[in-house]
């Protein structure tokens, strides 16, 4: 099949999303072409001349102009959207629906309000890891923890984060643009206890800190953060990218609880979830002091991530149900 990918239009991890998906299509025998949302009409067009795609996939679809939405419901070729930040930002992702022949969202709640808005084909599709990049290995002192939180600083974040360094005497680790600010504050009192990498680091390095970890910390974004565009309320129910990305590296992670976990993984055997934090502080003191369980977990969570959790295995889901 020749398929026209057009791309975020996001730097970042969406960088490496796209070329990940570029060549697992690639890998299953497609013919992907990749653009950006701004030069889009020109891959358009290739369809006059000698290439003709016979798939238009969008990845996110927010920076995408109305002339080239209006040009990909005209054009009479298939299209399809990736939505890979529900529910966060359905302000912007509703009016998109009506433009696409099949939507597939990283979230069921988001799934279940698109259907409920009159959408004949949406699809449920988590984003997918990369397991040679995501791998075990052996880090360096650097990259070591006992507890790493990989992400930027949500109000739920700082609040468990603020209880960890109240109540243990752990070895935090938080990597994320903007813990700065919070790291500040917490010096004086918690400086042997917590340690700062205030950047985005790109998925290699985010590797690095998952194998150095003895707990990952998965705590999701909330839906109603400050900085969403969700005036719907939607609650997300699925997990995120990072739960993929962290049992790949078979790193032992707790999450919150999301009830879309045990569509993913089995609960306890492969990944850890809590409720609150009083089931937090207990688990993680279970886990700190029983090793060989932390790692029976780490390791059942990466051989189900190699059994269904790859790029190539979402790449193919997708494309089953658009040539359904």
């Known amino acids: 099949m020749n398929i026209l990918l057009i791309t975020s239009g996001f730097q970042g991890v969406y960088s490496f999303f796209e070329q990940r998906i570029t060549e697992a299509l690639q890998k299953a025998g497609h013919h992907c072409r990749a653009v950006q949302p701004g030069s889009v009409l020109n891959g358009l ?3 006059q001349h000698s290439w003709q795609p ?3 996939l969008l990845i996110g679809g927010l920076k995408v102009a109305q002339p080239v939405l209006e040009f990909i419901r005209q054009s009479g070729v298939k299209s399809a959207v990736w939505m890979t930040e529900d529910p966060y930002y359905m302000d912007w992702t509703i009016p998109l629906i009506a433009y696409f022949d099949y939507m597939f969202t990283i979230d069921q709640a988001a799934l279940e309000h698109y259907r409920a808005l009159g959408h004949p084909r949406v699809y449920h599709l988590p984003l997918g890891t990369d397991p040679n990049l995501f791998h075990p290995a052996v880090v360096s002192e650097e990259y070591t923890s006992d507890l790493c939180l990989v992400g930027v600083p949500y109000s ?10 109240a109540g243990t005497a752990y070895r935090i680790q938080l990597v994320g643009r903007g813990w700065g600010r919070y790291y500040h504050e917490w010096k004086h009192n918690a400086k ?6 205030n950047a985005w680091v790109p998925p290699e390095t985010a590797a690095n800190y998952y194998n150095g ?3 990952v910390l998965n705590i999701h974004r909330p839906s109603a953060e400050k900085y969403n565009r969700n005036r719907a309320g939607i609650i997300a129910t699925s997990i995120n990218n990072r739960t993929f990305d962290a049992a790949s590296c078979e790193a032992f992670q707790l999450t919150d609880y999301k009830s879309g976990l045990r569509q993913q993984f089995e609960e306890g055997t492969q990944v850890v979830s809590y409720q609150d934090k009083h089931d937090l502080l207990q688990k993680i003191h279970y886990y700190m002091a029983h090793d060989d369980e932390r790692k029976r977990i780490a390791e059942a969570a990466r051989q189900q991530v190699l059994a269904a959790h790859t790029f190539e295995h979402r790449l193919h889901d997708l494309l089953m149900n658009v040539q359904a």
């Open 156 to 165: 739920n974040r700082i609040e468990l984060i603020e209880a960890l360094l």
């Open 54 to 56: 016979e798939l238009i």
């Open 45 to 47: 067009k290739l369809k």
């Open 192 to 197: 042997r206890y917590v340690e700062l990498v």
């Open 213 to 215: 970890a003895k707990i």
